[in-house]
């Protein structure tokens, strides 16, 4: 009887029967590192090293600064492209590409059963399609592309069933926020949070995403949501055949360290007030909140159903005066998306800024605030300083909070604004 | 035609140059930078109330996305200074400064427009006397007493005639001129664009010409106001009222002290390359130089016309593998515009990527930084040595048409080379 964690771990380590705890050596499928692989670069430089394990399982993304702004982030970005091209590296996206773990989905490289490290905290995001994906730092990567492996503890795992229909102007976003509200931020630490439940199966990938990318905020190790046909859809749209992936699902019976139910349709809108992520209370609470900056975007929020449900929200309403709006398509692909639906021209004749498709501001590249400053975001993070001015203050909500907040100007419960607005 | 409009806002029955005079000044235009100074002093050394807050405009277009917190700071500052004094604020991606100030109806012909930017002459496209001033002028005079001095400067005509080789448009009309002259050849002058060919240009191509005055040294320039500006200035925010301060000169080219002729007929696609604007050559002389960045962009880019002529360029092909290609509205009507008629997804689809209306690279404060040994092809209006990160980066600067063509071939390409 064994969890998803544990079948995945056996898969990329070669040993049978691993437990919650044993530490055994993995062969990652998938390397993933951003913008700072020059650092990784530079180490390899300095050691002599010219010889990589697997050119193929490494991916590079430059999507936290992108494009340069100053001539030593474009040295920078200059290093990985010429590396890249040098070593054999195909997997490689330049500035103009996007997010990550959204452009590496988007893309096929992410596929049910895979065990997929990256220099990001949010590659936990990979279990929205049955990965196991988890965040590691540039030195871990680094030895990655010489050596192939990388040590990894078992996790335990927790099992998170979200039943019930949401009520109007409530999303995937409004579920996490509660539940990292109520477990804390070190609640899932270092678990492997499973997710599941009649919501959960109802939703798309992109709802599973947010999922699978916000369960860090609660310390897990990885995520998972068990592939079904939602998930065989995604990807044979995206083109990865279905012989090259084996599905790893939990046995009956496996091991929880706890099983958790949430009834959606008991929420609300949900907000992560200063200065932490678990630091949540219902929109209402907080409504009235003087705004001066509402960012759509990260890897949480910014995918093309996120822009579509801000653009509902804000059709033939105007940004609120004195309110900057930034919205940050998640990748070339959302972006495409948007422009071909109308949702940009929407997002546009509003009064948003559209920024190239990337991390933008939740990576503190762009919008950064001054003191005394607010901005409600649509991303994962709201730690004091992040984005700007230590003095300044992010609020964590849905696109839909972000949407009908931009349009107050204060922080605005979006049910009051979506009559009539499709769900 | 200058010397009308400064005649007028001085209260003279008429002006010479040389003169020096006191005039009312109608528009004060400031970006983030230049604003944030003049604001500093300002407050510092006059702290006086705004005599006429409404003529006044800050544009962030500059910082369009600030990437730390001290250019968050500026912004900040600049806000709150322009609440205490009720001056007008166009916010990030509003677009270039003197794109966003003529697609808010903020600019008329006749007007005496200012600003601490070199190309506030380009307002001379809509018969507005444009003319850029240091930011302690404003902080001096403009901003306490809604006036400034000027000498009257001496007017020297430039007729433009002949039709353009294919490929070639009227920024290349214009890089060509600038090198034809030779920059800083004109200081100090007032120079009107005539001739039939810029007589027969659209507004937005009739632009480019005044642009370049601060290249040629000139104090400022114009278009004098005709049908074309007329029908223009009626599709503007509040544009039919101001039509009775449409401005003629004699149109004879009399009052000119000094005309000089052009034939454009030989003229094709050109490049001003490294390291100033001045260095004009036919892009095939530069044809096969490597570039990793194109952009539309700036003062003379970004707009609707560079947009629709570099989609043609990439109609069923697809911008090269190792180019980054940058596309910068002039405003956020534009933006509208073009994600309305289909221009931002067929762009978006053959490889550019599009970024907040705003000047772009324009000095690489929020994009644009350029590694050593890169090269950029743009429509911006400068390219000096440094200006866009490493100093041993370089600049070509061309039409939108050449910076589509060289995005899709990966070397400076003449855009009828790609077309064949």
């Known amino acids: ?423 | 035609m200058a010397e009308k409009i400064l005649a007028r806002a001085s209260g003279r029955r008429s002006v010479e140059p040389g003169e020096i005079v006191v005039a009312n000044v109608d528009r004060l235009l400031m970006h983030d930078l230049s604003g944030y100074l003049t604001s500093q002093v300002y407050d510092r050394e006059v702290n006086l109330p705004v005599r006429y807050p409404e003529r006044v405009v800050m544009v962030f277009d500059h910082h369009f996305s600030p990437p730390t917190e001290r250019q968050a700071d500026v912004l900040g500052v600049n806000r709150a200074w322009a609440r205490k004094h009720a001056i007008n604020l166009l916010d990030c991606g509003s677009g270039n400064l003197h794109h966003a100030a003529v697609r808010s109806g903020f600019i008329q012909p006749g007007m005496i427009v200012v600003g601490s930017d070199s190309h506030t002459p380009v307002h001379g496209a809509l018969g507005a006397l444009g003319v850029a001033l240091g930011n302690d002028s404003h902080a001096g005079t403009v901003l306490p007493y809604g006036k400034a001095w000027f000498k009257v400067p001496k007017t020297v005509r430039i007729e433009v005639s002949g039709t353009p080789l294919p490929g070639a448009s009227a920024r290349d009309v214009a890089l060509w001129l600038v090198a034809r002259i030779g920059e800083g050849e004109l200081n100090y002058a007032a120079l009107e664009f005539a001739g039939p060919y810029v007589k027969g240009l659209p507004f937005w191509d009739r632009w480019l010409f005044p642009l370049l005055c601060v290249d040629l040294g000139a104090k400022c320039a114009y278009v004098e106001p005709d049908e074309v500006t007329e029908a223009f200035v009626q599709t503007l925010p509040g544009g039919p009222a101001s039509l009775d301060r449409l401005e003629r000169g004699d149109s004879d080219g009399r009052e000119a002290d000094t005309v000089l002729r052009f034939d454009a007929g030989e003229v094709g696609p050109q490049v001003a390359c490294p390291p100033t604007v001045g260095n004009v050559r036919p892009a095939a002389g530069v044809a096969g130089t490597p570039v990793q960045w194109a952009e539309l962009g700036g003062h003379g880019g970004g707009r609707l016309e560079d947009i629709a002529a570099a989609a043609r360029v990439l109609e069923g092909r697809r911008v090269h593998p190792d180019v980054r290609f940058n596309i910068v509205p002039s405003s956020r009507e534009v933006f509208a515009e073009a994600a309305r008629t289909g221009l931002v997804l067929a762009l978006h689809e053959a490889g550019a990527t599009w970024f907040p209306p705003s000047t772009g690279s324009n000095q690489a404060y929020n994009m644009g930084a350029l590694a050593v040994g890169e090269a950029m092809v743009s429509t911006h209006a400068r390219n000096f040595p440094g200006r866009n990160g490493s100093p041993d980066a370089e600049m070509y600067l061309a039409s939108a048409a050449t910076v589509a063509a060289s995005a899709v071939a990966g070397t400076i390409t003449e855009p009828q080379e790609v077309a064949a």
Request: one cysteine or more; hydrophobic letters at 45%.
């Open chain 1, 1 to 423: 009887m064994k969890t998803f964690a544990q079948k995945a771990i056996e898969r990329a380590s070669g040993v049978d029967g691993v437990v919650p705890g044993q530490i055994v050596d993995v062969y990652p499928d998938l390397y993933m590192s951003h913008t700072a692989s020059w650092r990784c670069i530079r180490t390899l430089e300095k050691m002599g090293v010219t010889e990589l394990y697997a050119p193929d399982r490494i991916a590079m993304v430059m999507d936290h600064i992108a494009p340069a702004m100053t001539a030593k982030n474009a040295a920078d970005h200059k290093l990985c492209r010429e590396f890249a091209q040098r070593m054999g590296i195909r997997h490689f996206w330049d500035v103009n590409a996007g997010i990550a773990h959204i452009v590496l989905m988007e893309n096929g490289l992410i596929r049910p059963g895979q065990f997929v490290i990256g220099t990001d905290s949010h590659s936990t995001i990979y279990g929205a399609l049955g990965a196991f994906g988890t965040g590691v730092g540039f030195s871990e990567i680094t030895a990655a592309w010489v050596t192939g492996k990388l040590w990894a503890k078992v996790p335990e795992s927790v099992r998170i069933e979200i039943s019930g229909t949401l009520p109007p102007g409530t999303y995937a976003k409004d579920v996490m926020l509660r539940l990292i509200g109520d477990l804390g931020a070190d609640g899932l630490t270092y678990c492997s949070a499973e997710f599941a439940g009649s919501y959960t199966e109802a939703i798309g990938v992109s709802e599973r995403m947010t999922f699978c990318n916000l369960a860090m905020e609660m310390g897990a190790k990885n995520a998972y949501v068990q592939p079904d046909p939602v998930t065989l859809r995604y990807l044979d749209d995206v083109g990865v055949s279905r012989s090259s992936y084996e599905v790893l699902v939990p046995d009956e019976g496996a091991v929880y360290r706890d099983v958790i139910a949430v009834d959606g349709s008991a929420l609300a809108p949900q907000v992560s007030v200063p200065h932490a992520v678990d630091n949540v209370v219902p929109v209402d609470d907080v409504a009235g909140t003087r705004l001066d900056q509402v960012f759509i975007g990260s890897c949480a929020n910014a995918k093309y159903d996120d822009l579509q449900i801000a653009a509902r929200v804000l059709a033939g309403h105007r940004v609120a005066p004195g309110v900057r709006l930034i919205v940050t398509p998640a990748s070339a692909q959302v972006m495409s998306r948007a422009s071909a639906s109308g949702v940009l021209g929407t997002l546009i004749e509003a009064g948003a800024m559209i920024t190239n498709p990337g991390c933008g501001a939740c990576a503190g590249n762009g919008g950064v605030m001054a003191d005394g400053e607010r901005t409600l975001s649509t991303a994962n993070r709201n730690f004091r300083g992040r984005m700007g001015s230590y003095e300044s203050e992010i609020f964590l909500g849905s696109p839909a909070t972000a949407a009908a907040s931009a349009i107050r100007g204060v922080i605005t419960n979006p049910a009051e604004l979506m009559t009539g607005v499709p769900a």
